[in-house]
């Protein structure tokens, strides 16, 4: 068997790896229809969070922690309009894309450190009701 010319081998090798990472490469999730906007998985994150801190904070058994927490998960989801599936669905599309998720997650934890702030000092609070909206 004959050698490759040494100018055809390095174009060669990077073809090959390129094609075989190219064949390990998960598919990519296609977006669940209806699939819930970003805000709206905010506000639901957000509201779920919080509750789930104060399941928390009432130091019940690990059993009736849970089962209190997952009713009122359902409660937030019919207040919202939310099937379960539907949110779970629009959660796994957005975990698949870090990218979203990371954006989502941002806006939830900026939006619950300013409730913290809020909380912890309430000069903070009134100096943003004499901010103006535009």
Known sequence: MKKLPAFLRVPLLLLLTGL??????????QPPQPLLPKEKMV???VE????ESRVEGAALPPDSARALYLRLHNDILWRHDVSDSLFVHSYRYYAAHEKDLDEIYGTVIDSLAFRQLRLTNPAAAAAEKEIPKW
């Open 48 to 51: 779920l969070h919080l509750t």
């Open 43 to 45: 506000r639901l994150l």
């Open 20 to 29: 075989l990472t190219q064949c390990q490469r998960p598919e990519e999730a």
